[in-house]
């Protein structure tokens, strides 16, 4: 591993990897293969089909449900509503937020009673032999609906006239947070300058992961327990939630497990009403159920993420130096509370907010609303996009109305002396280069050269922009991580960790850390994820914390079974502990009188543990950190945008990003290519919209719901900057989310450079084509 302050990862190739930490996916053989074992592609295994029936209405009264036609279709083996799950409480929300007042969290339970809230609630289920058969009998259920006026615009939610979801949230208000020195911020703008301020839309969005939510639910009569098989992750949190909070069981009652997984970038990581009711109805039917989602089903009754609207100001001093930073929030919670929902307005952005600048004092109000909309939850950086949106696009505004270029603005503001403490916030950023990162980026996308190629695009009819954006990520700590190592007689070593892997490459980049420390090769070791059965305790892997915590966990976990080993290793060779080295896997004393070695591995010290005390060698770490890692960059996106159409291309897109050591340089570009692409998804196209009159979703397909496709995006020309965090031995401050947070600053800045000479000063995401066209065209009449 390296601990350069200065060294880089260069781009992917197509060739052998130059640096020799950047091992190729050790799972992708099998994924490439036709061997990844995903919970779709097993054969069904004696279970019942369930099929979930949802409301067709953003909010209406249930009067009556008839089923008995349903129920009577050969092969049908139950069709139930919420008065048949006896003994089912409701689904809790794990979130603690310091909120001025209690968190009002209204049930919501697996199925709707009396009301349904959101299109795409579940109503009722089936249970038949095939899946077809419960589709089919869905269609026999009728149920009358008294239809309720409903809200889904988020401005109008808190209006006094604005239709009420839930008698305990007046105003449709369930938590007002603030955090922050408001008196100092209000200080700090009377003495501004000048002052900025921007309203902002971060635009409602669905994970859209390529392998839709599975369950089955098995129930063990005998042993009186639960196994709940999902295409998910968390699976401790899950159990939790489950056990503790639905069934009212001990946590030992239920068993969650997670084969591999397609996707989920946090949408999988919370509990859903489907894993209670397959858990349910398997010990009602006395067999496994399985539930399997349609794309339609992920889209109105998954997890969706952001939406939220601030207003912002900034104050600056003469000379451009930032003085206060004052943000309120409206933001959406759904029809629910979610598991993590309202962190993603709170708790999370309160860390990122101010971004990678000197602001001596910060504010932030929040209200967490009530819609007739599918709930919030977590997405890929959840929280830190919109804190690091907020202040970035304050800055380009700053910069405009000052006449200063945004790229020496920032200058003058950057953290530049570590560590740095968040002035009210509290956060320390232990490391960074913000200002060299900058000035990378800016080579890097040759600004110099900009100008000629703005000229060339002009002659072409086209406009062209240059966007500057910054971020900065915050990698949290606690929940604390474990992890166990195992050594098999016969060769292996079994890692089990806490967090959970659903494509970050967990099963090489762990195993590199273990055969590092171990001495021994990366094809020795396998991991061990994603089951309580086998993984006592976990964090999961949200907040891009896997090697912060999971690592080190690992780590300590390889030193805990080097200590164990050590004594045995002594005691067998017949020489002083404290005498032996440590290579390669291999104890060595100095040679006998003989002259021969004396000499023995880890797996001849766990098989004589094995026969001598019945259980071989393993190691345990328990990591308990609540330090958080700063992950940080500058990018920067080259536009080209058709006026008569209003279409955009990125051209060009350049970061120079700083998550710390690299453990494996290539799995951490394709973690932040990935982030990239999801990232300018929602600035350019992505959007969850909702019927203001009715309350359907108008994109609930990807006939309506666009998703950044290979044509849509350029090559990424993309370098790391090593500088390591203390916050952690292994130096890594995780790249998980980061080019989620990076992108949509910074390619909106860039279009709205091209857009500016035309009078568009302010665009909201995402940019379509139809919204460009119109900005253009808005402008062009108000010049008239």
Known sequence: MNDSTSGRSGSTHLGPPADPRSLRRREDARFLTGRGDYLGDRAPDGEFAAVMLRSPHAHARIRAIDRSAAASL???????????????????????????????????????????????????FVVADTEALAREACEHISIDYDILPAVTDLRGATDPEAPQLWPQAPGNIAFRFRRGDPAAVERAFAKASHVVSCALVNNRIVAAALE??????????????????????????????????????????????????????????????????????????????????????????????????????????????FLALDVETIANLGAYVSSLGPGSATNAPSAAMGGLYDIPAMAMDVRGVFTNTAPIDAYRGAGKPEANYLIERLIEAAAHKLHIDPAELRRRNFIRSFPYRRPAFGMVIDSGTFPENLERALAAADRAGFAARK???????????????????????????????????????????????????????????????????VERFTLVQGDTATVPRGGGHGGARSLHLG????????????????????????????????????????????????????????????????????????????????????????????????????????????????????????????????????????????????????????????????????????????VPTRANPLGVKGAGQAGCIGAPQTVIHAILDALRPLGVTHLDMPATPARVWRAIRDAQAAKA
Request: aromatic residues 6%; glycine residues 10%.
């Open 551 to 722: 690592g080190t966990a690992l780590l300590m976990a390889a030193d805990d079974l080097l200590a164990k080993a050590r004594p045995v290793a002594a005691q067998l060779l017949q020489v002083a502990a404290d005498s032996l080295s440590f290579a390669e896997g291999r104890f060595r004393s100095e040679p006998a009188a003989d002259g021969l070695p004396r000499e023995i591995d880890l797996f001849a010290i766990s098989s004589h543990l094995a026969e001598s005390s019945g259980a071989p060698l393993e190691g345990h770490g328990d990591n308990r950190c609540d330090v958080f890692t700063f992950p940080n960059g500058a990018q920067v996106a080259e536009v080209e945008i058709d006026p008569e159409t209003g279409a955009v291309a990125i051209e060009r897109y350049v970061a120079i990003d700083d998550y710390g050591t690299l453990i494996n340089p290539l799995l951490a570009e394709a973690q932040v290519h990935g982030g990239l692409a999801q990232g300018i998804g929602q600035a350019l196209m992505e959007e969850a919209l909702y019927d203001e009159g009715s309350g359907q979703l108008l994109s609930a397909t990807f006939m309506d719901y666009a998703v950044p496709r290979a044509a849509d995006l350029p090559a990424f020309d993309l370098e790391m900057v090593e």
């Open 212 to 321: 839709p939510r599975i369950a089955i639910g098995r129930y063990d009569a005998g042993a009186d327990r639960f196994h709940l098989e999902i295409s998910g992750a968390s699976v401790h949190d899950i159990r939790r939630e489950l056990a503790q909070g639905v069934f009212g069981l001990p946590l030992d009652r239920i068993r969650v497990s997670t084969p591999d997984v397609g996707g989920g970038f946090g949408m999988k990581n919370v509990t859903y009403p489907e894993y209670a009711l397959v858990l349910w109805a398997a010990r009602r039917l006395g067999r496994p159920v399985r539930w399997s989602a349609e794309r339609i089903e992920e889209f109105t009754g998954g997890a969706h993420a952001r939406d939220n609207l601030s207003t912002a100001r900034l104050a600056l001093d003469r000379r451009g130096r």
């Open 455 to 521: 000229r060339a695009a002009r002659k072409r009819g086209k406009l062209r922009g240059f966007g500057i954006g910054c971020f900065l990520e915050t990698s949290r700590g606690r929940p604390d991580e474990e992890a166990w190592l195992r050594v098999d007689a016969e060769g292996a070593i079994a890692m089990a960790v806490g967090t959970h892997s659903n494509g970050q490459g967990h099963e090489t980049s762990f195993a590199q850390l273990a055969a590092d420390r171990l001495g021994l090769p």
């Open 74 to 124: 050969p092969g049908v083996h139950g069709v139930y509503t919420a008065a048949d799950l006896d003994g089912l409480a409701p689904l809790p929300t794990s979130i603690v937020i310091a909120s001025v007042e209690p968190l009002i969290v209204p049930p919501r339970w697996p199925l709707a009673r009396d009301i349904v809230r959101h299109v795409g609630e579940p109503v009722a």
